[in-house]
Structures are given as structure tokens and as C-alpha cells.
């Protein structure tokens, strides 16, 4: 079978890796990197995971998966001091062990990508804007309706929003799509040439505007270069993504710098991401979506949960079946 995985992220690497064992897989990627939102951005001598922080594996189908990647040191566990703070008090603080380990790509998180996505057909800076029905399968068409390829079956690896934009009239993919509302998340991210002194690596923060903040260059592997990456609330970012960018750095910048202290001229580097759809919140389910009938298929975190292992989890249930099937 000639299959198209549409995303390259977790979720799309997982799937293609598992189909090609038996199929012509061709994965199509808009950006110019694979990975998704395990992204790693490398600038001015600076490093940030400006989107996923860290993964766990509870599962057993996750932990035999990533087997080989820690033996190639693809990954590693982050033994962050961890706080948690109510706005800049804090008010418990543990230690990430060996117990329940928090795990990140080394020398990025970006890594984890670069490494499955090797030995795949991937098209990448290739954006799929339209699905046509082809005989029993699929015709695939870029932005300006250029020929992408007839394929006999097509999985969605994308964000609800992106699958729904791509999901046929005839599907009830649409309202499997329009049940799962996405949230927002800016990440901003902090360069500076002398370290902040501070007493944990990764916060979570409360009553504030900001979430999160993670000493990057505290993770193993991290350039010396200190760095700080931190998200707002999903609840700001749904308010205001649309806002100016500007006012809404420089309304994260007061925040941030009144929890960690210290001034915002400190960081040299600031840079600001806008993370349209970054997170989904927890749902029952099958955890991915098929229709054998269209042959058309659509998994992701989105399915079970924002979070790496959902991924995996929603692309591996779904090749599980799909490998049985075909
Ligand atoms: C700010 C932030 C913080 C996070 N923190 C954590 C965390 O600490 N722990 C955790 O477990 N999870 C975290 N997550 C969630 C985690 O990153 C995701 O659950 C996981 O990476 C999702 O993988 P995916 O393959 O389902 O989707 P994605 O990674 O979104 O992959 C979809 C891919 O499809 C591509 N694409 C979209 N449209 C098209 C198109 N039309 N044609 C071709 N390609 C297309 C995209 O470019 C992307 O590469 C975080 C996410 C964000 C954004």
C-alpha cells in the first residue's frame, strides 16, 4: 500500500515508522524541521525547548519504544530542583529522581525527532492543503494545488484544527475534530550573559500569567549559555493570541521578572513564541480515529491528552489496528 502521514511530529513519526515496516510510507512536514512541538530553537549561542519541556513514560508500549533512544542517548532524565511557587513565593519544592523519571532530548528535545525521522521518506516545507478523493484513495495537493502524490490510505498527524481543515465534507472526522477544543500557550524565551541565581531548574507557577518557567540550560547536554523558557497560561494565550506581539511580551516580561526577580534589561536574548495550538485537555475514547471505508485515518495527543506520551500512544494504538488490517 502506497500510505501519506501528514505531520511530522511524534505522532507521525511513530505512525510512519511502524507502517513502513510493511508499506511505501511518505511522511509530508510544513516546517523545515521534524518533530512538531518537541522543538528545540538554536539562536545567538542560546538553546531553548520552547515548546514540549519534558516527557514522561508511564506505559510499557512507550517505555520498550524508547528503548533504543536511550541506549543511543537520544534522551536523557532532567533532575530538576523543582518548585512550586504562588506568584514569586514558593510553596513546596522536591527533587525530579530516578523514581519518576522527567525526560528531555539531548543535547534538544528537537533531538528525539531528528532520530526517527531517519531511514523515513520525509517531504518536508511541504504544507498539505487539500485531499481529493482518487479512485479508492487519495490525491494530495500543496498550497498552490500542486500534485503531492495519489496515495492508497492517509493518516492526520496534526493538531485538531489542521486535521479538521483537512478532513472531507463526507467524514464525521469533522465532528470528532470540533469536539476537542486546543488551547493557546505563549513561550518566551530568555538569553542572559550572567546566571540568574535561582533556587530550583523548573517551576510551576500560580496565580500569575505565566505557568511555567524552566531553567534550560539546566537540562543535560544544554550549552553553558543560562536560559530561561517560560510559558503564560493557556488561559492568557486563548485571550490574547491574537493581540500585538509586543504588548503581550512586554505584559509576560513584568511577570516574569517580578516572580524571578531581577531586571528584564538582564536578559540579552528575548524572543516570543506564539503556540496556537499547544495543548488539549484530557478525553475518553478510542484515542485515534479510522474509516476504513474512505481509508483515511487521524491520530495525536490531542486524542487522549497534551502530552508527549499521548502521541505516542494515539499513533501506536492506530498502527497496531492499522498493521492488523492491511
Ligand atoms: C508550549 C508547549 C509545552 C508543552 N509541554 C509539554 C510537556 O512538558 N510535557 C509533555 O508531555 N507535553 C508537552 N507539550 C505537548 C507535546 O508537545 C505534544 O503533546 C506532542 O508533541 C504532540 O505531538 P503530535 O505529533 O500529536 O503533534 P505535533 O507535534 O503538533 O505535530 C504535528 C505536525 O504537523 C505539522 N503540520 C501541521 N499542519 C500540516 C499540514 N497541513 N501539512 C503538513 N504538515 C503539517 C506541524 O508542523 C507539526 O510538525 C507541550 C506543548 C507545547 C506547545
Not at 519541556?53 to 541506549?71: K, N, Y
Not at 496515495?151 to 465534507?169: C, K, N, S, Y
Not at 524572543?271 to 496556537?276: K, Y
Request: proline share 3%.
Amino acid at each position: 500500500m502506497r500510505i501519506a502521514v501528514i505531520g511530522a511530529g511524534l505522532s507521525g513519526l511513530v505512525a510512519a515508522r511502524s507502517l513502513q515496516q510493511d508499506h511505501d510510507v511518505t511522511v509530508f512536514e510544513k516546517s523545515r524541521g521534524v518533530g512538531g512541538r518537541m522543538a528545540t530553537r538554536y539562536q545567538d549561542g542560546f538553546e531553548f525547548d520552547h515548546g514540549a519541556q519534558f516527557f514522561t513514560a508511564r506505559s510499557a508500549e512507550f517505555q520498550d519504544f524508547l528503548q533504543p533512544l536511550l541506549q543511543r542517548g537520544v534522551f536523557a532524565s532532567w533532575r530538576a530542583r523543582f518548585a512550586e511557587l504562588d506568584r514569586g513565593a514558593i510553596t513546596a519544592t522536591r527533587a525530579w529522581g530516578a523514581d519518576y523519571p522527567h525526560f528531555v532530548g539531548v543535547p534538544g528535545m528537537n533531538a528525539v525527532g531528528k532520530f526517527l525521522d531517519e531511514g523515513l521518506s520525509v517531504c518536508r516545507n511541504t504544507r498539505v492543503a487539500q485531499l481529493e478523493s482518487y479512485k479508492k484513495g487519495w490525491q494530495l495537493r500543496d498550497d498552490g494545488g500542486s500534485d503531492l502524490g495519489r496515495f492508497d490510505w492517509v493518516i492526520l498527524a496534526l493538531p485538531a484544527a489542521q486535521t479538521r481543515a483537512l478532513a472531507p465534507a463526507d467524514s464525521n472526522l469533522r465532528d470528532v475534530c470540533d469536539s476537542a477544543a486546543m488551547k493557546s500557550c505563549f513561550a518566551v524565551m530568555l538569553g542572559f550573559e550572567e546566571p540568574l541565581q535561582l533556587p530550583w531548574d523548573a517551576a510551576l507557577v500560580r496565580d500569575a500569567d505565566i505557568s511555567w518557567v524552566s531553567v534550560n540550560s539546566s537540562k543535560p547536554g544544554r550549552p553553558d549559555a543560562f536560559t530561561l523558557v517560560v510559558h503564560s497560561t493557556n488561559a492568557y494565550a486563548d485571550a490574547h493570541i491574537d493581540n500585538d506581539i509586543e504588548a503581550v511580551k512586554s505584559h509576560l516580561l513584568a511577570e516574569i521578572f517580578e516572580i524571578v526577580g531581577g531586571k528584564s534589561g538582564s536578559a540579552v536574548f528575548q524572543q516570543l513564541q506564539r503556540w496556537r495550538y499547544a495543548n488539549a485537555d484530557r478525553r475518553d475514547g478510542p484515542g485515534f480515529f479510522i474509516d476504513e471505508d474512505l481509508r483515511l485515518a487521524a491520530c495525536g495527543d490531542w486524542f487522549i491528552r497534551g502530552r508527549v506520551e499521548a502521541a505516542f500512544s494515539s499513533a501506536f494504538s492506530l498502527t497496531q489496528l492499522l498493521r492488523a488490517r492491511l
